[in-house]
């Protein structure tokens, strides 16, 4: 049958709240500020909704983490687990255990008699009250289902005071009104008024609970905080009574729900861990502490090792998390789309100033304020590592901030520009993401970062000597990754080996500087004639010492650049760009000579290369050969 073009006809809208004339609804200006009290219903309400409801042992793996532990008439499984936990001295002294009884006098008495000993128990008692409950299920008046509601509490009243004159056991009441948010509301406080004065001991040291179930939801959240909000003003001896809140979710607004209802009053909550339960699931526990944990309040409970607790679960319950699934899920904690990327990015860039001047100042507080990110994953588990993963909707922001996580490189803007488009079109071509592996691998292969050849130039080895004092601001370290000598200032001396389409050139030039030498070096003895554009040195973080060059080089006359990156001195930089230009047909391949014209060239570069001697304005710094070829061989940048 199709749907409906009028379903008004077949289902029926959920009743006003009866609020007098003028009421001012309480809750919409509320904020919740402490947790409320949390009460794991896994081994119950998770339980009853599994295929295969677990075992004993199942359960007291998740005991841990859980109250509600039985439904101690369902058969003796159940009652059996109850016992165990007692008899071996399984519950922690500020635990108390709840089991939940039909209210049926035989069904009472074998659930109370399965508490024997215990502690601290708490009897659920429940029965559906609203219309189609007491019409369809028990076909009984309004009086009829206080009646029966009477009897069931008066048993459990007698059953619980024999245990306790016995064992000493304390026990609390939590009544559930099963189907309350379907109830008319001025019924369910009479039904719970009359329990109230049945029990007869509601105290503030010693409360009645009542549990005010959304057994099914059915209208929107702001309809259950009303009805919430109309019990809390209505019943009776409200300082003696705790509110317990129990929704489902079959709207898909669980947690909403519970959220609102907590601000019209609620003081408990049951639920499942990751939202197990009867149909849609009961309400999520983790997601609601977690929202409350991302507003600053503290839930009093610890998922430090969500992804540990997720797996703990997942395999009690014989169920997966969606990866899509609030906090737990595989995918929430990762940004593909180009425009989250970078404010991902950015967001992280700006946060580690902001936290690094409140720890050298000591002012103000360390805030999480990420876009896109509402809690810091790291709090509950997870890494950074999956923040951002890249595939064609993804723009350079994201690819950059793969290259910087992996290998500490903090491309400029045009870099970025351009490699963005080597893992947009890998991207698009596979039509699937590109993984760190490959995006890395993408990377090194474009800028022929790596100790053996990849390009057409690979600089085998070099020899730098200063040929004028070094000025008070240069340094030249032995492995090359230091900053190179101001340009300009410094005669500078380039002496090396360069692989050319695999045939070993040695290469000598002079400049004002490392990179003026090099590029002299390439012209005479390559004539290879090179331009460099834009130059950023960048120090890696954690070492001072250790830098790294990006430049753009042309051919004179093409408007067209390449970027380089690499370390020692930025040659290896130059060697990355020129790759970039020669190994591209989009570019005139410059006229390359692969014979020496300087004949003493090669004679100097074997005497160099034979004790690799840096001269470093009056101090001499001797590397052996095999360590400095280890060196420079080992920094693929
Ligand atoms: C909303 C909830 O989650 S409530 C918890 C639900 N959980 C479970 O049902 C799991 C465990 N249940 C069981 O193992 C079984 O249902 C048992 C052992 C408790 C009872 O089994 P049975 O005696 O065969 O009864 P059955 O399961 O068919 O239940 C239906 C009967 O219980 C009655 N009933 C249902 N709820 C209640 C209640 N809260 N109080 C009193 N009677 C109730 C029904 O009216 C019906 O009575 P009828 O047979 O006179 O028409
Ligand atoms: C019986 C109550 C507690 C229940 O599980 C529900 O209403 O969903």
Redesign the pocket.
């Known amino acids: 049958m199709p749907m409906l073009s009028d379903p008004s006809l077949k289902y029926l809208t959920y009743p006003s709240v009866p609020f007098s004339d003028g009421y001012i609804r309480q809750w919409p200006n509320k904020r919740t500020t402490t947790s409320p009290i949390w009460l794991s219903t896994d081994l119950r309400?998770g339980n009853?909704a599994l295929v295969n409801p677990m075992s004993n042992a199942t359960k007291l793996e998740l005991f841990s983490l859980e109250i509600e532990v039985a439904?101690p008439?369902?058969?003796d499984n159940e009652f059996q687990f109850v016992r165990d936990l007692i008899e071996n001295n399984e519950i922690p002294d500020d635990v108390a255990i709840q089991i939940?009884t039909?209210?049926?006098p035989e069904?009472i008495t074998k659930s109370i008699a399965s508490m024997a000993g215990v502690k601290h128990g708490i009897i659920h008692l429940?029965?559906?009250v609203s219309p189609v409950f007491r019409e369809v299920?028990?076909r009984n008046t309004k009086e009829q289902t206080i009646d029966?509601t009477i009897n069931a509490v008066k048993l459990v009243k007698k059953l619980t005071e024999e245990e306790t004159a016995r064992s000493g056991a304390r026990f609390t009441l939590n009544y559930c009104l099963?189907t309350f948010s379907q109830t008319e509301p001025e019924f369910a406080v009479e039904l719970g008024n009359r329990v109230l004065m049945e029990w007869g001991k509601a105290s503030l040291e010693d409360k009645v609970y009542f549990n005010l179930?959304a057994?099914v939801e059915c209208a929107p959240s702001n309809h259950y905080a009303d009805m919430v909000e109309y019990f809390n003003n209505n019943i009776n001896q409200r300082s003696s009574v705790l509110l317990s809140i129990h929704p489902h979710n079959d709207r898909g607004t669980g947690v909403a729900a519970t959220e609102l209802a907590l601000l019209a009053g609620g003081d408990r909550v049951e639920g499942c861990l990751l939202g197990n339960g009867?149909r849609t699931g009961n309400v999520d526990l983790i997601t609601l502490a977690l929202n409350l944990y991302s507003q600053g309040v503290s839930p009093g409970l610890d998922f430090s090792n969500l992804p540990e607790i997720v797996q703990v679960v997942c395999r009690c319950n014989e169920s997966a998390v969606p990866v899509r699934y609030p906090y737990a899920g595989t995918l929430v904690f990762s940004a593909f789309a180009g425009t989250h990327q970078d404010a991902i990015k950015k967001g992280l860039d700006s946060q580690a100033a902001r936290w690094e001047k409140v720890d050298r100042t000591g002012e103000g507080i360390k805030y999480w304020a990420m876009p896109y990110i509402p809690i810091d994953p790291k709090d509950i588990g997870y890494g950074y590592e999956n923040l951002i993963r890249v595939s064609s909707q993804s723009g350079k922001a994201g690819t950059a901030y793969v290259i910087k996580q992996t290998l500490q490189l903090d491309l400029p803007r045009r870099m970025q520009v351009s490699f963005y488009g080597v893992v947009q079109s890998e991207c698009e071509n596979s039509g699937k993401e590109m993984s760190t592996a490959l995006i890395i691998n993408a990377f090194k292969q474009k800028y022929c970062l790596s100790s053996k050849p990849i390009g057409r130039l690979h600089l085998q080895s070099l020899n730098i000597t200063p040929l004028s004092p070094l000025s008070e601001s240069s340094s030249l370290e032995s492995d090359g990754t230091s900053t190179p000598p101001e340009q300009g200032t410094n005669l500078i001396r380039f002496e090396g080996h360069i692989s050319v389409d695999g045939r070993i050139r040695k290469v000598m030039g002079d400049g004002k500087g490392v990179l003026s030498a090099l590029l002299d070096a390439l012209r005479s003895d390559l004539e290879l004639e090179i331009n460099i554009g834009e130059i950023v040195y960048q120090h890696l973080e954690g070492d001072s010492t250790k830098a790294v060059t990006y430049l753009e080089v042309s051919i004179p006359g093409s408007p067209a650049s390449k970027s380089g990156v690499g370390s020692v001195w930025g040659c290896r930089a130059i060697i990355s760009g020129i790759n970039g230009l020669v190994g591209d047909r989009r570019f005139p391949r410059p006229k390359m000579v692969f014979t020496p014209r300087r004949d003493q060239s090669a004679q100097r570069s074997e005497a160099w290369l034979r004790d690799f001697t840096f001269r470093a304005g009056h101090s001499v710094l001797q590397t052996p050969e095999h360590e400095r070829s280890e060196l420079i061989a080992a920094s693929p940048i």
Do not use: W
Request: no cysteine.
């Open positions: 309400d009853q439904y008439a369902a058969g939940i039909p209210a049926r069904l429940y029965n559906a299920v028990f029966l099963e179930a057994t009867e």
